[in-house]
């Protein structure tokens, strides 16, 4: 099965006859990372007149779906400017974005899961960082988990976006340690090159390159 990314999952959620049972944070994310791909293409020389026709009137038919008194999405109807042909070019875009992106299995998953458990505990024992960095990794660690708890729903990109926010925050983490050594391997675990060969494996051999990084074994 094809993994969800952010064209696939904007596309369910305008075919979906329930919207309030999408998160708003996901979709917006969705049209920013549209957005982003079509950037890409457009540098690489691609025709993407399209698409940036049709990015301001998905964005607009998100916002056209929150609910003004609780900010989540209600079950309006679709807005004037909506019709099937800017709706047929996310299947489009969809198509696109999985030519590109690899899937992360789910063994790999489970091994990245294992580490911010890992990150975790560390992050208990290492009573030298501050408070506030104490506090803001926890809670992006919790984002990471939060894409791996919603993979199934967000895909790639809201699980590429979390680990994106981990690895900026570990560097941070490990220049702030009085015990960096301890940090530096799950920065290193996480640069772009493992993860994108850990995603490409897509075997039990990606989750033990994992736990390798976290041992150092």
Same mark, same amino acid.
Request: charged residues 25%.
């Given at each position: 099965?094809?993994?969800?990314?952010?064209?696939?999952?904007?596309?369910?959620?305008?075919?979906?006859?329930?919207?309030?049972?999408?998160?708003?944070?996901?979709?917006?994310?969705?049209?920013?990372?549209?957005?982003?791909?079509?950037?890409?293409?457009?540098?690489?020389?691609?025709?993407?007149?399209?698409?940036?026709?049709?990015?301001?009137?998905?964005?607009?038919?998100?916002?056209?779906?929150?609910?003004?008194?609780?900010?989540?999405?209600?079950?309006?109807?679709?807005?004037?400017?909506?019709?099937?042909?800017?709706?047929?070019?996310? !299947?489009? #875009? &969809? +198509?696109?974005?999985? /030519?590109?992106?690899?899937?992360?299995?789910? *063994?790999?998953? @489970?091994? =990245?899961?294992?580490?911010?458990?890992?990150?975790?505990?560390?992050?208990?024992?290492?009573?030298?960082?501050?408070?506030?960095?104490?506090?803001?990794?926890?809670?992006?660690?919790?984002?990471?988990?939060?894409?791996?708890?919603?993979?199934?729903?967000?895909?790639?990109?809201?699980?590429?976006?979390?680990?994106?926010?981990?690895?900026?925050?570990?560097?941070?983490?490990?220049?702030?340690?009085?015990?960096?050594?301890?940090?530096?391997?799950?920065?290193?675990?996480?640069?772009? !090159?493992? #993860? &994108? +060969?850990?995603?490409? /494996?897509?075997?039990?051999?990606?989750?033990? *390159?994992?736990? @390798?990084? =976290?041992?150092?074994?």
């Amino acid at each position: 099965m094809t993994a969800i990314n952010a064209a696939s999952l904007l596309d369910s959620f305008f075919r979906a006859d329930n919207k309030r049972a999408f998160d708003p944070r996901y979709i917006v994310m969705a049209v920013i990372e549209i957005e982003s791909h079509v950037d890409l293409w457009e540098q690489a020389g691609s025709n993407v007149t399209p698409f940036r026709e049709a990015l301001p009137i998905w964005r607009a038919e998100v916002f056209h779906y929150i609910d003004p008194n609780d900010g989540r999405f209600a079950n309006y109807g679709e807005s004037n400017n909506f019709g099937t042909g800017v709706l047929g070019l996310l !299947g489009w #875009a &969809a +198509e696109r974005i999985a /030519s590109t992106t690899p899937e992360t299995s789910e *063994a790999v998953r @489970s091994g =990245i899961r294992e580490m911010v458990q890992e990150a975790r505990n560390t992050l208990v024992e290492d009573t030298s960082l501050p408070e506030r960095l104490r506090v803001h990794v926890t809670r992006v660690l919790r984002h990471v988990e939060e894409a791996l708890d919603n993979y199934d729903i967000t895909g790639e990109f809201l699980l590429e976006d979390a680990l994106e926010r981990l690895l900026g925050v570990l560097g941070i983490v490990e220049n702030a340690s009085k015990e960096p050594s301890r940090w530096q391997k799950f920065r290193e675990a996480f640069t772009p !090159g493992f #993860a &994108a +060969e850990l995603a490409s /494996s897509g075997s039990m051999q990606g989750m033990a *390159a994992i736990a @390798s990084a =976290i041992t150092g074994g």
